[in-house]
């Protein structure tokens, strides 16, 4: 169950908080804003979005895979705001009973997994019926010629050496397929600059039955 990317792990923290002292902060808090009840943080990486989960937060369980990243996101759910539990797992199949969860929050994770569409079938299943899916994820580029340069980056190297990352994959339709309807989404680009992953999008999903 354990997932390896040893020079991606130590480089990702970095990487993350350069983001956000550069504007994405703002962008987990509005994903993480009127959140209530019990979350499921899928991919939880070394805990950046811990500290932005709002009080009517009961528990949050934090899913991370790579093992050094889930040691920093422990050491990080001893300052979180709300009670964070640290666990290893899978986004294809969660440590979590069925329909057993309010909402479950992903963030810069759809773009990385193997199986995109299992994924999303595992978080419909631990949702409770009505509960939501929220997501802040970077996506298919607007521009015909970026998404080329997408397409051709993400059949190279590009995802071995980024930990899996694709950096052109259509996750708004994916969402829609896999049983959740979208109540809310906004599109911005981070950074300003077009670059291959600079399209975002961060919103809301209600579990359809």
């Given at each position: 169950?354990?997932?390896?990317?040893?020079?991606?792990?130590?480089?990702?923290?970095?990487?993350?908080?350069?983001?956000?002292?550069?504007?994405?902060?703002?962008?987990?808090?509005?994903?993480?804003?009127?959140?209530?009840?019990e979350v499921i943080d899928v991919g939880a990486g070394d805990g950046l979005n811990?500290?932005?989960?709002?009080?009517?937060?009961?528990?949050?369980?934090?899913?991370?895979?790579?093992?050094?990243?889930?040691?920093?996101?422990?050491?990080?759910?001893?300052?979180?705001?709300?009670?964070?539990?640290?666990?290893?797992?899978?986004?294809?199949?969660?440590?979590?009973?069925?329909?057993?969860?309010?909402?479950?929050?992903?963030?810069?994770?759809?773009?990385?997994?193997?199986?995109?569409?299992?994924?999303?079938?595992?978080?419909?299943?631990?949702?409770?019926?009505?509960?939501?899916?929220?997501?802040?994820?970077?996506?298919?580029?607007?521009?015909?010629?970026?998404?080329?340069?997408?397409?051709?980056?993400?059949?190279?190297?590009?995802?071995?050496?980024?930990?899996?990352?694709?950096?052109?994959?259509?996750?708004?339709?994916?969402?829609?397929?896999?049983?959740?309807?979208?109540?809310?989404?906004?599109?911005?680009?981070?950074?300003?600059?077009?670059?291959?992953?600079?399209?975002?999008?961060?919103?809301?999903?209600?579990?359809?039955?």
């Amino acid at each position: 169950m354990a997932v390896h990317h040893p020079i991606f792990a130590r480089l990702y923290p970095q990487m993350g908080k350069a983001m956000d002292r550069g504007g994405m902060a703002r962008h987990r808090r509005a994903l993480l804003a009127g959140l209530a009840g019990e979350v499921i943080d899928v991919g939880a990486g070394d805990g950046l979005n811990f500290g932005h989960y709002p009080p009517t937060i009961t528990r949050v369980l934090a899913v991370e895979p790579e093992s050094h990243l889930r040691g920093l996101a422990a050491a990080a759910a001893r300052y979180a705001p709300v009670p964070v539990e640290v666990v290893n797992g899978l986004a294809e199949r969660l440590p979590a009973a069925d329909g057993s969860a309010d909402a479950v929050v992903v963030s810069l994770v759809l773009c990385s997994l193997p199986d995109q569409d299992a994924a999303l079938r595992e978080f419909h299943r631990v949702v409770k019926p009505g509960g939501q899916l929220r997501f802040l994820e970077h996506v298919r580029a607007d521009a015909p010629g970026l998404a080329r340069v997408q397409r051709l980056l993400d059949a190279t190297i590009w995802p071995r050496l980024a930990g899996g990352c694709h950096t052109g994959r259509d996750t708004t339709a994916a969402i829609d397929r896999s049983g959740f309807t979208i109540e809310r989404i906004d599109r911005f680009r981070f950074p300003d600059a077009r670059t291959p992953s600079s399209l975002h999008i961060v919103g809301t999903a209600l579990r359809r039955d």
